[in-house]
């Protein structure tokens, strides 16, 4: 199960995967943030690493 595992967090579409949910999902709230009529929306330090680190 460990290699399994340790196989899935190596592999690119896996990492793939999760930067376009990541992506997908700061899309979404500034969207919402928009339709709130808020559209200055500062995104949060780490989720800005965690993006930074999937584009490369």
């Known amino acids: 199960m460990k290699k399994l ?3 899935l ?4 579409t896996f ?5 376009m949910t ?4 700061v899309m979404l709230t500034m969207i919402l943030s928009v339709l ?3 559209p200055e929306l500062e995104m949060s330090a780490g ?5 930074m680190v999937f584009e490369g």
């Open 47 to 51: 989720l800005e690493q965690v993006l």
């Open 36 to 38: 709130n009529g808020q």
């Open 22 to 25: 990541l992506m997908e999902l």
């Open 5 to 7: 595992i340790e196989k």
């Open 9 to 12: 967090l190596n592999s690119e």
């Open 15 to 19: 990492h793939l995967f999760i930067g």
